[in-house]
């Protein structure tokens, strides 16, 4: 039973585009998400969080937006840079401690 | 400052075996996570560590699966007769109290034949 879900496994998008990347839940206790990005043989980085009494936070390139009746968070990158090229993770938890991770999605700018 | 530090980064090891994995999270972070990467799969939490608190241990998968963290500083994580089912990447995080991010470490591959 997936708790936190991103269906896409893959995702290509074109540089200076926008990347859109999505999460769905299940568990409506959740009150705290967050996107990780994790290169090859690395530990995932953290990028941005949000809690449930929010619907947006941007920082920089990256937007993340929670939709809490819909139960789907998406992270918006624009304009998307190779560097971005990588695998990312959204997390949800009841508070920041047991965090459910999605299975990724591989994101590839293409130049 | 340094980061979330793992090792042996890699580690193959025979069925029946027992292993260890280190973790020495970040000076100061309190709270510490032990997870698995399986293949294809997303991160599975394992177990965490907070303060003097007892830890939570039930993302362990079974009995042979085993953590403690010594003066509240590095943890390790024994796994007992091993299986081939039990190869994966397993990730280590630290963080401080409350909502705040986890920071991870490289983490450690491990190869069960």
């Known amino acids: 039973d997936q708790q936190v879900k991103q269906n896409s496994p893959s995702l290509s998008v074109q540089e200076g585009r926008i990347s859109i990347l999505n999460c769905d839940y299940t568990?409506?206790?959740?009150?705290?998400f967050l996107w990780y990005k994790k290169y090859p043989a690395e530990g995932p980085t953290f990028l941005i969080s949000?809690?449930?009494?929010?619907d947006k936070n941007e920082d920089g390139r990256f937007t993340v937006f929670l939709n809490k009746s819909a139960k789907h968070l998406s992270l918006h990158i624009v304009p998307s840079q190779p560097g971005d090229s990588a695998v990312y993770f959204c997390?949800?938890?009841?508070?920041?401690?047991?965090?459910?991770f999605g299975q990724g999605t591989r994101l590839t700018i293409n130049p | 400052g340094a980061g979330v530090s793992q090792s042996p980064s890699n580690k193959v090891t025979e069925k029946g075996k027992d292993v260890e994995l280190r973790c020495d999270p970040i000076?100061?972070?309190?709270?510490l996570y032990w997870y698995r990467q399986s293949l294809g799969q997303g991160l599975e939490f394992l177990i965490y560590?907070?303060?003097?608190?007892?830890?939570?241990k039930s993302g362990l998968p079974s009995d042979r699966f085993s953590a403690e963290r010594t003066g509240g500083s590095v943890s390790t994580l024994t796994i007992q007769r091993t299986q081939q089912e039990d190869s994966a990447v397993y990730l280590c995080?630290?963080?401080?109290?409350?909502?705040?991010?986890?920071?991870f470490g490289p983490g450690t591959r491990l190869t069960v034949l």
């Open positions: 560590f907070q303060g003097n608190s007892a830890p939570d």
């Open positions: 997390a949800a938890g009841e508070g920041a401690q047991k965090l459910v």
């Open positions: 995080a630290s963080s401080l109290p409350g909502y705040n991010e986890q920071f």
């Open positions: 568990n409506s206790m959740f009150d705290y």
């Open positions: 949000i809690s449930s009494i929010k």
């Open positions: 000076s100061g972070h309190t709270a």
